[in-house]
């Protein structure tokens, strides 16, 4: 009972944690290669608990997303709402990679979710980014095998302390 | 979600998550997008959830508070010092163009009043600080702690000590979303101080360059030439400091000139901003633009020359 409890305030806290840093400004030089957190926390997720994780409920994160960045209506909802279908389609093959493999396959996953965030400022008539865009993937998969880590330590600790 | 299923069930079941599903969401999503770019919904939402986003931009920004608080904290003695007598000398200098302004407006009034002009040109300006947060870094937007409580509306121009810096396009209870003039999407009415020929400054998304793109070829401008704002359109008051040409190149097509201006205001830089109220009339009847024009002419040079004069 109680283990299931702290597994939901990792699982909500992280969540909120990711919103904040998603937000938090970087120095000018260092803002383009922000990782897209709330996806890199998403994954995570989605691969462990994909009872809790799913489509809709990245639906409703994305337009959290959305709600807090003031842009555009549905275009974070999107982008999740792919990347969370890539991930629970291939999650199988996904949890039993080795890290490395993983943090490639979330290379992929973050790359293509760039593709997707063009096509829909694309199609809402928005300039397109230059080339530092592309970096910020980059960065979320550097960022992947320590942030595995680090929750899978967590979920670990919390199911060794009952 | 719908189903309450345990870890092991899942382990190998791939078909859970049906292409149908993916489908609706995704059209869901894109209906939600067509409808926002038409109707503005998102606005009403941020309106009603102003109450949570607020407290999280806070949270957002309270790092970078704390990180400049420490630096500022730790700053050694002369570099403060330095800053100081920096300041100091620019006040002095904002003090005695102030003076010459002052002088101006007292003319200005004057002819005014012998003109029978009930035109108010005195512009009130209202104190805002940034949050520090980001909510897309290939954006060009900032956050201020103001909001419609504190009297912003849409539109107004905001600006720093050096020149403009965008406009307000969202403003919520206590918080307002200000697009910069970088911005892609952003393009400002311009003139070049020294020719007066008008222009429009496109925003290029990088930080430091505007862009004027269609400058005929046979106008004259050169690398160093001011732009101030013209007040065409209405939305800026003419007058003010948008930025300096750094370069001058054909374009691709050979027909015109494309120019790159570097923006007076420090735009990565400010942490205090200013935001204009009692703007000109905007689309006044032609009359009470002239009445806007000869003074900020008129201000023009004379703010140009004082550095000199001062010195």
Request: no cysteine.
């Amino acid at each position: 009972m109680s283990r299931s409890r702290a597994q939901g305030w990792l699982f909500g806290g992280s969540l909120a944690i990711a919103f904040v840093l998603q937000l938090m400004p970087l120095p000018q030089l260092l803002s383009p290669f922000k990782p897209y957190w709330v996806a890199l926390v998403l994954i995570y997720w989605a691969i462990e608990l994909p009872g809790r994780v799913g489509l809709g409920f990245a639906f409703l994160l994305g337009a959290l997303g959305d709600v807090l960045t003031g842009e555009l209506l549905g275009e974070q909802a999107l982008r999740l709402v792919v990347l969370t279908f890539i991930v629970l389609r291939f999650r199988a093959r996904l949890r039993f990679f080795p890290v490395w493999q993983q943090t490639v396959a979330v290379l992929g996953l973050l790359l293509n979710d760039r593709v997707v965030t063009l096509m829909v400022r694309g199609f809402s008539g928005e300039a397109m980014p230059s080339a530092v865009f592309w970096f910020a993937p980059l960065i979320g998969m550097l960022v992947w095998p320590f942030l595995f880590l680090l929750f899978d330590d967590l979920r670990t600790r919390l199911r060794v302390s009952d | 979600m719908a189903i309450a299923r345990t870890d092991n069930a899942t382990l190998f079941a791939e078909g859970t998550v049906s292409t149908l599903r993916l489908i609706v969401y995704l059209a869901f999503a894109v209906a939600l997008m067509v409808l926002d770019h038409r109707g503005g919904y998102l606005e009403l939402l941020r309106h009603a959830g102003s109450a949570v986003i607020e407290p999280i931009y806070r949270l957002a920004a309270f790092p970078a508070d704390v990180a400049r608080a420490t630096r500022t904290a730790v700053a050694t003695q002369d570099r403060l010092a330095s800053e100081n007598r920096e300041l100091r000398e620019q006040l002095l200098l904002a003090q005695a163009r102030l003076n010459r302004l002052d002088t101006l407006v007292a003319q200005n009034a004057r002819l005014k009043d012998l003109l029978d002009a009930q035109k108010n040109l005195g512009l009130t300006v209202q104190f805002a600080r940034l949050i520090d947060v980001d909510p897309d870094p290939f954006r060009h937007r900032i956050v201020l702690d103001v909001g419609s409580h504190q009297g912003i509306v849409v539109g107004q121009p905001v600006i720093d000590a050096h020149g403009i810096m965008g406009q307000i396009v969202e403003v919520l209870p206590n918080t307002a979303v200000a697009m910069l003039i970088t911005d892609p999407t952003h393009a400002i009415p311009v003139v070049v101080e020294r020719t007066g020929l008008r222009t429009i400054a496109h925003g290029s998304g990088a930080i430091d360059r505007l862009e004027l793109p269609n400058i005929p070829i046979s106008a004259d401008v050169k690398v160093g030439d001011k732009l101030l704002t013209s007040g065409l359109g209405g939305r800026f008051p003419a007058g003010f400091p948008v930025g300096e040409i750094v370069s001058v190149k054909p374009d691709n097509s050979g027909m015109f000139n494309a120019a790159i201006a570097h923006p007076s205001a420090a735009l990565d830089r400010s942490g205090e901003v200013l935001l204009l109220h009692d703007q000109p009339q905007p689309y006044g009847p032609p009359a009470a633009s002239e009445d806007v024009g000869p003074p900020a002419e008129l201000a023009g040079p004379a703010t140009a020359r004082t550095p000199e004069s001062t010195q």
